[in-house]
């Protein structure tokens, strides 16, 4: 493979909080255009990769690259879109609509003092609809449900074009129909965008049946690979990764499996 087609480039990453190692050793490349399930049991090192990744934390031995460079070197951040687990707290009185937050994606580029113009409204008016939310654009963002909010932040961090999307826990807060809802939605923004996609997710189950690739972290990177290779994986190895029995719930989905 081309490293052109390399989007995040982790090479043997070890990181300890004081001197508990959470991560260790860890070798991942994530090509371009892939959706990738991050998984692993609480505590397993999920938050913390994807903090190095962003630049947030330094690992203490290894390298991460992004768009071939060190993050702290990428001039470019807006390629990098991010969501966080917390992006759904949000206080019911917030006074923003669903465009304002969405445009709030663009002060970093314009800054804070600019009014955005005719054609920055028309890049978050298209971001919106990108995340099927239309029909809520004037609606105060506090009046929504958890994962509507949680589209719309994501919506906001479209409206800069990332060619990366990292969201960490998005379905959290989100009732259980609509996560299969949220799951098509990511999963047409890397195919017609062709936006790369890191999620992390406990949902293992929904997660594995619609990212592309998995990758099974706790503390060193038990399996990467394809989500078919993933589905081949037997129970005993699954428990062997989580430290207790995994179980399969029949599930109606092509892939039918769902592990709690
Ligand atoms: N700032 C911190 N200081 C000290 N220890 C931390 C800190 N942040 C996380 N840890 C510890 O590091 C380990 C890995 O945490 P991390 O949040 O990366 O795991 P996770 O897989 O994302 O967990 P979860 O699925 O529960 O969110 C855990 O044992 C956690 O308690």
């Known amino acids: 493979m081309n490293n052109n087609d390399i989007v995040v480039d982790i090479q043997h990453v070890s990181f300890s909080y004081d001197d508990k190692k959470v991560l260790d050793d860890v070798t991942l490349q994530i090509p371009k255009g892939t959706f990738w399930g991050l998984v692993g049991p609480n505590g397993s090192g999920k938050s913390t990769l994807i903090k190095i990744i962003l630049g947030i934390l330094k690992p203490d031995q290894g390298t991460i690259n ?3 460079k060190p993050i702290s070197n990428l001039k470019n951040r807006h390629l990098i879109g991010y969501v966080s687990q917390k992006a759904n707290s949000f206080n019911t009185a917030f006074p923003a ?8 994606g663009l002060v ?10 005719k054609k920055e409204k028309e890049l978050a008016l298209e971001a919106i609809s990108a995340v099927g939310m239309e ?5 105060n963002i506090g009046e929504l449900s958890g994962g509507q909010q ?21 379905t959290v807060g989100v009732d259980l129909k609509n996560v299969e809802n949220f799951y098509d939605m990511l999963a047409t923004l890397n195919k017609e965008k062709g936006i790369t996609l890191i999620m ?4 293992i189950g929904t997660m594995t049946n619609h990212a592309t690739h998995v990758a099974c972290l706790n503390k060193t ?7 078919d290779e993933f589905h081949h994986l037997d129970n005993a190895k ?4 989580y430290g207790h029995d995994i179980h399969v719930l029949t599930h109606a989905h092509e892939h039918g499996g769902s592990y709690v």
């Open 221 to 227: 990177l038990h399996f990467h690979g394809n989500s």
């Open 238 to 241: 699954l428990s062997t990764i």
């Open 150 to 170: 949680q589209r719309v932040f994501i919506a906001r961090s479209l409206v800069s074009n990332p060619e990366l999307l990292i969201l960490d826990e998005p």
């Open 135 to 139: 029909e809520f654009v004037h609606r």
């Open 200 to 203: 992390v997710s406990h949902d």
């Open 108 to 117: 970093s580029k314009v800054g804070l003092l600019k009014r955005f113009t």
């Open 97 to 104: 609509t669903v465009l304002e937050v969405v445009l709030s």
């Open 66 to 68: 992004v768009f071939g």
